[in-house]
């Protein structure tokens, strides 16, 4: 995912949702971290790996009815903000019915960013510190590093290279993944 500042300034949330209904912000995606409007835009690589965990993480939720995936577009309510990580997954459990929201007003149990060369790291971290409040699992991928951090709330954080497997653990349960699996050689 590459994030770029559209507004330095700190603006409120309020005024952060004015701003993304403006008719010519339609078509954008934005994110709103510590009062800063940050717009998301991909590039063809990191959202070929966001792809590769859509399609194995979708393909498990799907076989077991375990809930909803999101891809790119889908946003979340974090500890306040507005995420969009480029993939994420949402228990049955937590939340029977679909969100039709543009921002799911509940977080999801696991959240990925797969980073681009313009992520702001405050950004990140301060996005992955709410995730992990809010009860979130979060993988971190680095596709060119092509290593995965993996935050569980309240254990250490876990690194992962191509030789790791990332475990689904209790919101994905049965699900195992080859970290090489997810990136294209």
């Known amino acids: ?17 004015q701003f993304i ?18 717009e998301v835009v991909s590039n063809n690589y990191s959202s070929k790996i ?13 076989a077991g009815d375990l809930g909803d995936v999101t891809g790119a577009d889908g946003g979340y309510m974090v500890m306040g903000e507005r995420y969009i990580p480029d993939v994420a997954f949402i228990s049955r459990e937590k939340q029977p019915e679909p969100c039709y929201l543009a921002y799911n007003p509940l977080p999801p149990d696991l959240a ?8 702001d790291e405050q950004d990140i971290r301060i996005k992955i510190v709410n995730y992990l409040l809010a009860g979130t699992v979060v ?4 596709p060119f590093k092509k290593y995965v951090q993996v935050f569980v709330p309240n254990e250490p954080p876990q690194t992962l290279g191509l030789d790791g497997i990332l475990d689904g653990g209790a919101f994905l349960p ?12």
Do not use: C, Q, Y
């Open 139 to 142: 993988w971190l991928v680095d």
């Open 50 to 62: 966001g792809g590769m965990f859509l399609i194995k993480i979708g393909v498990h939720v799907v």
């Open 1 to 17: 995912m590459v994030a770029s500042p559209v507004i330095e300034t700190r603006i409120s949330l309020d005024a952060f949702e």
């Open 112 to 119: 990925i960013e797969v980073l681009s060369p313009t992520n």
């Open 21 to 38: 209904s403006l008719p010519e912000n339609a078509n954008r995606d934005f994110e709103f971290i510590e009062g800063k409007v940050v």
């Open 174 to 185: 049965g699900f195992k993944l080859a970290v090489k699996d997810i990136f294209p050689t």
